[in-house]
């Protein structure tokens, strides 16, 4: 499972995205500016269902 968000202010120059995705045991979170190195951190979970009920996956 997969969830990918954008967030685009043209205003204030911002240009973010979210994503969180869950394989197995582990949830993978990455998110930055687009177009630029993104920042990623992995969870490992004891279940898949943990992963889903901790609510890091809608």
Do not use: C, P
């Amino acid at each position: 499972m997969e969830i990918y968000l954008v967030f685009v202010d043209a205003i204030r120059n911002s240009n973010k995205f979210w994503s969180a995705k869950v394989e197995d045991t582990q949830l993978t979170v990455e998110w930055g500016r687009v177009g630029y190195n993104s920042q990623t951190k992995v969870h490992s979970l004891v279940s898949n269902q943990k992963a889903n009920f901790k609510g890091f996956v809608a």
